[in-house]
């Protein structure tokens, strides 16, 4: 950032630079921007950064994101509390809850086995997943990892764990995306389609 600016707004820019996603050019268009916002929306801005970050807290139960002590999926009655869908991060539980096509409860590990980056099992939250098996009548864990390295050797991982347990351990299907041409898919996508195949009923 060549650009002279006053300490201030430099200040600001470097800040946003250290959200995910945001690089020099979108900081400094987001600075002017919040500049340019009436005061009292800045305030309600910052207002609602704080409260957010103080009163969102991590569920007791499953790891999701909550604003009280267990989160409201777990709260829930209606839901399948037989079944666990294990996934990497809150934003994949929204992910499969928008597919309304799930019923049961969530567990959020918080990230995925990497060694490059010095993440193991101890980092994440596989101990409590555990716990929750031994104390819940639990009959089926999905495990809901992404596809990458990282999510399939996690996969692996916990259903190494799992499955000694007698209980019924299923791993998503990867396929093909709607409207795409086989030629144009990629060898791995292809190749988790063939293998998440079902029978047409």
Aim: hydrophobic content about 40%; charged content about 20%.
């Amino acid at each position: 950032m060549s650009a002279k600016y006053p300490v201030a707004l430099t200040r600001l820019i470097h800040h946003l630079m250290q959200l995910p996603g945001i690089g020099p050019k979108s900081a400094v268009r987001i600075a002017f921007h919040i500049l340019n916002m009436p005061e009292q929306s800045v305030k309600d801005m910052a207002e609602v950064l704080i409260q957010a970050r103080n009163n969102i807290a991590m569920c007791k139960l499953c790891s999701n994101l909550s604003e009280q002590e267990v989160c409201s999926i777990c709260n829930d009655p209606n839901r399948n509390k037989n079944i666990i869908c294990v996934v990497e991060s809150p934003r994949d539980v929204n992910a499969i809850e928008a597919t309304h096509e799930y019923n049961g409860l969530y567990h959020v590990l918080h990230g995925v086995i990497s060694p490059l980056e010095n993440v193991g099992p101890e980092e994440l939250h596989v101990h409590e997943l555990l716990e929750r098996i031994d104390q819940e009548t639990i009959n089926e864990v999905i495990i809901a990892t992404s596809p990458s390295v990282e999510g399939e050797a996690t996969a692996m991982f916990l259903a190494r764990l799992i499955k000694p347990l007698d209980i019924r351990v299923t791993r998503i299907a990867y396929g093909i995306p709607m409207g795409s041409d086989l030629e144009t898919v990629d060898e791995i996508t292809l190749g988790k389609a063939l293998q998440g195949r079902r029978e047409i009923l």
